[in-house]
């Protein structure tokens, strides 16, 4: 597939494909944005190989898709590095990483970073964030990549979102990580530097 190949990554368990209307929610509006007429249909394309724990890769372009099934095991994230990037933009979620790669490469002995976009914060490489302040947990208002678990929680109301700065992570009690393979997770003890 090409350079510029576009990728879902869904949660299968027990045989079935984790959330997949917020997935195909996103693939759809991915394509729209950038005038592609195809359409995939991953309610009828996505079949888990049996009941283990799969981490789905939905490749696609306009052209053609394909699937892959990989064994999954969480890592866990203890640490994040604070890291800039005022010019980075990864609205939509690309197999290519290059740019994500090199802020994660800054990590500096850390699990992972927590991306500073225009003095808000954003994600870490491979989650959307949530800080809880004030007894709420509140999201960034504009993450660079709007991932499914977080469409989800905030449709669900159990999440809110909003502009958050550096400084609220000083003010937040917990923080949790969010992507369609872990769900909701808090970080315990977490450090942020």
Same mark, same amino acid.
């Given at each position: 597939?090409?350079l510029? +190949? ?14 997949l ?5 996103r ?8 005038g ?5 249909? =991953? @309610?009828?394309?996505?079949?888990? /190989? ?7 890769? @939905?490749l696609?372009?306009e052209?053609?898709?394909?699937? #892959? ?28 990483r290059? /740019?994500?790669?090199? =802020? @994660?490469?800054?990590?500096n002995?850390c ?10 914060l +954003? ?21 660079? =990549? #709007?991932? +499914?678990?977080?469409?989800? =929680? ?18 937040a009690?917990?923080?949790a ?17």
């Amino acid at each position: 597939m090409k350079l510029n +190949t576009l990728l879902e990554t869904i949660r299968c368990e027990e045989g079935v494909a984790q959330h997949l209307l917020y997935h195909q929610r996103r693939l759809d509006a991915s394509l729209h944005s950038l005038g592609i007429t195809v359409g995939y249909n =991953l @309610f009828d394309l996505i079949t888990p /190989p049996d009941n283990a724990l799969y981490r789905c890769r @939905f490749l696609y372009d306009e052209f053609r898709y394909t699937i #892959e099934y990989h064994s999954y095991t969480p890592k866990k994230i203890t640490s994040l590095r604070l890291i800039h990037a005022d010019t980075l933009d990864y609205s939509l979620k690309y197999t290519r990483r290059d /740019p994500l790669q090199k =802020l @994660f490469d800054q990590r500096n002995g850390c699990d992972d970073i927590l991306i500073v976009h225009n003095d808000y914060l +954003t994600d870490t490489s491979i989650a959307n964030i949530a800080l809880f302040i004030d007894n709420q947990w509140l999201t960034p208002v504009s993450p660079l =990549l #709007e991932g +499914t678990t977080r469409a989800r =929680l905030i449709e669900e109301k159990k999440i809110i979102p909003a502009p958050l700065r550096i400084s609220d992570v000083h003010n937040a009690s917990k923080i949790a990580l969010m992507n369609a393979m872990i769900g909701f997770v808090e970080i315990e003890n977490a450090i942020i530097r």
